[in-house]
């Protein structure tokens, strides 16, 4: 399964990206992600095929996310749990 993902970065977190379908866009992102997130600034459209290889995060475990969520959040490294946070309603980065 190939998936045509849009790659933002966030303007307020050094190294935190948001993973999601390019024809869905941000619609299905959690309103208290994208408040601190910040406005989204789209670094690369890529389509995750099966062979492709990401820097540092599981192609697959992406394409569930974003099948099952909506997005996949890539927090800088060391703080990839934090991401976790936005499986809950509710919460927020801090």
Do not use: N, W
Not at 10 to 19: H, N, T, V
Not at 64 to 69: L, M, N, T, Y
Request: with cysteine; proline share 7%; hydrophobic share 40%.
């Amino acid at each position: 399964m190939t998936l045509i993902c849009s790659i933002y970065r966030s303007p307020r977190k050094e190294g935190m990206y948001l993973y999601v379908d390019k024809e869905v866009g941000v619609a299905k992102v959690p309103e208290t992600l994208l408040k601190a997130f910040g406005e989204p600034h789209l670094v690369m459209t890529l389509a995750l095929s099966p062979t492709q290889k990401l820097a540092r995060v599981d192609r697959d475990e992406v394409i569930r996310s974003i099948a099952d969520k909506g997005f996949f959040l890539q927090m800088p490294p060391g703080k990839q749990d934090s991401a976790s946070k936005f499986d809950a309603p509710g919460h927020s980065l801090s």
